[in-house]
């Protein structure tokens, strides 16, 4: 079975702090792809990143980065310096079918001014 | 943007009364999915359609059945609303396996 779990329920930092959201997954398959989706409080779902499980380098996008780690299982998201507009809830998400993403429970990020 | 259109956006049922959701694509994608966000569980997928007539059950479908007659329609239907089916209801559309989803606007469904 597949599993996406993201510890952090709520996160709060003040702005330019610099942040990472966990990523934690379980599949027993080897062949799969793990996203990042941002849902601001305008309650839309937009789409960050897309990896798939044979390419373990990490991806930088501006103040965005993420770090994938095969041997924890592990697809960790860091924002850099980060603003107010970055406030929002984070998922996480696996698919290893194809057609099936399995999100994580997501962590909201508060960025106070 | 993606050219996805759920509508209504909010409905206020009564329970035991069928509603419908509507989702609606204008990319010709694939693959459509409908998923129910609640807090603490982030999205769980309740059915998806892997082309016309060809649909198949996600992680929670009891409650819901879907129907697609066509490639850009993807219908959830609920028979008998239960309170436990409050919830924010997004459709979503990918173009092809193991590609990102986009996602529409959502449905906020209250039932009373």
């Known amino acids: 079975a597949q599993k996406v779990t993201q510890a952090q329920t709520e996160i709060s930092v003040v702005e330019k702090e610099d942040v990472t959201l966990d990523c934690v997954y379980e599949t027993r398959d080897t062949t799969y792809y793990l996203f990042w989706y941002k849902q601001p409080p305008s309650g839309e779902l937009v789409f960050l990143i897309r990896r798939n499980s044979f390419d373990e380098q990490n991806e930088i996008s501006g103040r965005y980065s993420w770090n994938f780690q095969k041997s924890t299982s592990s697809f960790n998201f860091t924002i850099t310096a980060s603003q107010v507009v970055d406030s929002a809830v984070y998922f996480c998400a696996l698919d290893n079918y194809g057609q099936n993403f399995v999100f994580g429970p997501g962590t909201r990020l508060s960025v106070l001014p | 943007d993606a050219g996805i259109t759920q509508s209504p956006r909010h409905k206020v049922t009564e329970t035991g009364t069928p509603v419908t959701l509507r989702c609606h694509q204008t990319?010709?994608?694939?693959?459509m999915y409908w998923y129910r966000q609640d807090p603490g569980h982030g999205l769980r997928l309740i059915h998806y359609s892997y082309g016309v007539k060809d649909t198949d059950k996600g992680e929670v479908s009891d409650g819901y059945s879907v129907s697609r007659s066509k490639t850009e329609d993807f219908l959830l239907t609920l028979e008998s609303a239960t309170s436990s089916q409050t919830s924010v209801y997004f459709c979503?559309?990918?173009?092809?396996?193991?590609?990102?989803?986009?996602f529409g606007q959502g449905t906020r469904l209250t039932v009373v």
């Open positions: 990319e010709n994608h694939r693959y």
């Open positions: 979503a559309i990918s173009g092809d396996r193991f590609t990102e989803a986009f």
